[in-house]
Structure formats: C-alpha cells, structure tokens
C-alpha cells in the first residue's frame, strides 16, 4: 500500500506578503528537504483539503536536496528549497519571512530534469547567485515602482545582465561542487523546445539561441 505524507504549505504565507484574502491563496508548496527524508519510495502530495496534486519519487527528492546542500556550501549561502505547483517548468528564489532565502521548482521543472543532478545543480546555482548578488532587492524595487502586488515564479523577471551574471556564477559553483556545468546548457535547451511548443511561455527565466550558445562557451571554458 503507498503510504502517503503531507507537508503542504502555502507559499503565499510563507514569503513577505500583505496578509490580505487575497494573498493567501497561493501555490502549494512542499519542502524537499523533508520530502527527501521520507522512507518511501513514491510520495504522494496533497493539498489543503487533502487531495492529491501531484506525486514525487524519494530518489529524485534526494538527489535534488544534495545538489542543493552541496551549492549551498560552495556558494556560502543558504536556502529553504520548495516544490511548489505548477504545470510549466519553472523555478525562482526570493526572500521569505524573517529574510529566510527560498528557492522553488514547479512540478514542471522536476519532471523536465527528471534524475539529471548536473541539470538540477544548474538551476539551483543560478538561483542562489541571484539570491547572492542581491538580484531580488533590484526586483522587489522594480514591483513596487510597477504597483505589482505578486512576487512569484510568475513574476520574478531579471534583467539580462542579471540572468548572465547568475549564469556565469552559477556555472562556477557547479564545477567547484562537482557538477558537469553542462547541466545549463542540457537545461536550456530543453527550455527552450518546451517554449516553441507552447506558445506564450516563457517561464522566470527565458531560453534562447543566444543564451544557449553562451552557455555552451562557458562550459567549454570551464572544462579546460
């Protein structure tokens, strides 16, 4: 019989938000460190009113959180990294309360990389640079001079320089935590079909042509 756990959250609640109605219906969201844990093989997830939203293998929670342990070490930063909802393949950092660090994958990211950790290692180091390089602050900034009241996967847009700058770093922790840094460039590419397939997707982090082949001279600089 699967056994089941049930370590729903709501993002909303957990990041610095106005606690509006509004604002508490968020994504749900589950902490992989405890999900990757779990002694079971295939965890189901379930929200708030019990019912199943998605399931997870333990393996791949695993895999996941020691990716992120080892960057957080190589980086000298730490996080609270979250499953959250969501269809399309996505994942962000931001500040939650108590200036607690967070990073997400949407269940869409996770199925994307299945058990490639050096793919997993690349997004998880990205999101820490821009965790380290303060990119979120320019981001929280640009929000409120928008009047945006969300500050989500959805909305969590860099700016070019920001994404090339957490590229490069992240690229550099991966190799100094082990990881193949051609982990980005696999993620990428893959980004970037999901986007040609559905149109109007473009997730927190676009995918391009230029971005993959920049990619691609970063890797072959870093392997020499």
């Given at each position: 019989m699967l056994r089941t756990i049930t370590l729903v959250i709501l993002l909303s609640a957990f990041l610095q938000q106005p606690a509006t109605?509004?604002?508490?219906?968020?994504?749900?969201?589950?902490?992989?460190?405890?999900?990757?844990?779990?002694?079971?093989?295939?965890?189901?997830?379930?929200?708030?009113?019990?019912?199943?939203?998605?399931?997870?293998?333990?393996k791949q929670m695993l895999l996941v959180y020691s990716a992120m342990e080892s960057l957080q070490e190589t980086a000298e930063i730490s996080a609270e990294l979250f499953v959250v909802e969501g269809k399309a393949p996505n994942a962000f950092a931001t500040v939650g309360q108590d200036d607690q660090n967070v990073v997400g994958f949407t269940f869409g990211m996770l199925e994307m990389i299945g058990m490639d950790v050096d793919a997993a290692a690349a997004i998880i180091g990205h999101e820490l640079a821009h965790l380290k390089l303060k990119h979120i602050e320019e981001r929280k900034e640009a929000i409120e001079n928008t009047r945006t009241t969300t500050f989500s996967a959805s909305s969590t847009k860099y700016t070019r320089d920001n994404e090339r700058e957490s590229d490069y770093l992240g690229a550099i922790w991966s190799v100094e935590a082990g990881y193949d840094p051609a982990g980005a460039v696999r993620v990428h590419e893959q980004l970037y079909k999901f986007s040609k397939r559905h149109v109007g997707f473009s997730g927190s982090h676009p995918s391009s042509i230029e971005r993959i082949t920049i990619l691609k001279s970063l890797v072959r600089r870093l392997s020499k």
């Open positions: 109605a509004a604002r508490q219906e968020g994504p749900a969201a589950w902490r992989i460190r405890d999900l990757a844990s779990a002694p079971i093989k295939t965890i189901e997830l379930r929200g708030p009113n019990n019912e199943v939203i998605s399931t997870v293998e333990t």
